[in-house]
């Protein structure tokens, strides 16, 4: 069978084709800015990010000599980013080992990056970044802030887990393709730059530190600090904690009620090992 096409109808489809091209390019651009960030958190002080255009994110990989990690590191076969606001070697993690297999891109501070490729991660994946800076990658900013806290293992000779000195330790500000915006600030105490930051960023979360030493009242403070100028921050999560905290360790209830003495009514999500939750600007 011949099919007869005139010279109009060509030229009809040679401009449809470009635009249904469009049209699906524009369908994906409208999901990632629409879609949901989906959060899970996977044992200790490491969280799984997915944003809404599929990118992984990962904090604080931590998952040999984890007994609280939900899943192992085999089963890391995905990651995009990997964030390690110190030198600390339960903050480092399996970085190494994930970034070399997966070719994830490793934001850390500039002396801990240094670290991370003399230990054999091409330095291209290395965001050496430093308190004051970001790192901009496929419509995801990862702002890097400040930290109240120590970085690296002490040690006077050179200790494969972790380095003597990593540098400043550091915070992260993460905004998704879609605006929504998470502050992770690693193990940093309270301190009044979370004011300023959270002026200028407006977080809608923030994954709080709940050290098994914390104090509440420190903990409160810094929840406190980060709702300066910041209605947004309507999520809060835990980190550095143990599934079954032994005795005497920081809970939930009593960040609750240290919260409740200062008047914040922002929920806190207990999270559960690997459910995700999705939230969404």
């Known amino acids: 069978m011949r099919i007869s096409i005139s010279t109009n109808q060509l030229l009809k489809i040679l401009v449809a084709i470009p635009l249904i091209g469009l049209a699906a390019l524009s369908g994906a651009v409208a999901r990632a800015q629409s879609g949901p960030v989906k959060v899970e958190w996977l044992g200790w002080s490491f969280y799984r990010f997915t944003s ?35 030198g600390h070697g339960d903050e480092i993690g399996d970085t190494i080992a994930i970034a ?93 730059d979370m004011a300023l930051w959270a002026d200028a960023y407006k977080p809608d979360a923030m994954i709080f530190l709940m050290h098994t030493n914390g104090e509440p009242r420190d903990v409160g403070m810094a929840i406190r600090l980060v709702t300066t100028n910041n209605p947004n921050l309507k999520t809060l999560m835990p980190q550095h904690h143990r599934v079954k905290p032994p005795a005497g360790a920081l809970t939930v209830a009593e960040v609750r009620s240290a919260l409740d003495s200062m008047g914040i009514r922002i929920p806190i999500i207990d999270p559960a090992r690997k459910r995700v939750y999705e939230f969404s600007k």
């Open 52 to 86: 809404p255009a599929g990118k992984v994110v990962l904090t604080n990989p931590f998952i040999t000599g984890n007994a609280d990690a939900a899943v192992k590191l085999d089963e890391i076969t995905r990651a995009d980013l990997i964030l390690v606001p110190n």
């Open 100 to 192: 070399k297999a997966t070719g994830a891109k490793v934001v850390s501070p500039f002396e801990l990056g240094t670290w991370f490729i003399g230990r054999g991660i091409p330095e291209a994946q290395v965001m050496r970044r430093n308190p004051g800076t970001r790192f901009a990658w496929e419509g995801i900013t990862v702002r890097v802030v400040g930290s109240v806290h120590g970085s690296g293992s002490g040690r006077d000779v050179a200790f494969e887990r972790a380095p003597i000195y990593g540098g400043a330790a550091a915070g992260f500000i993460i905004t998704f393709e879609n605006g929504y915006t998470v502050y992770f600030p690693g193990s940093s105490a309270a301190t009044q």
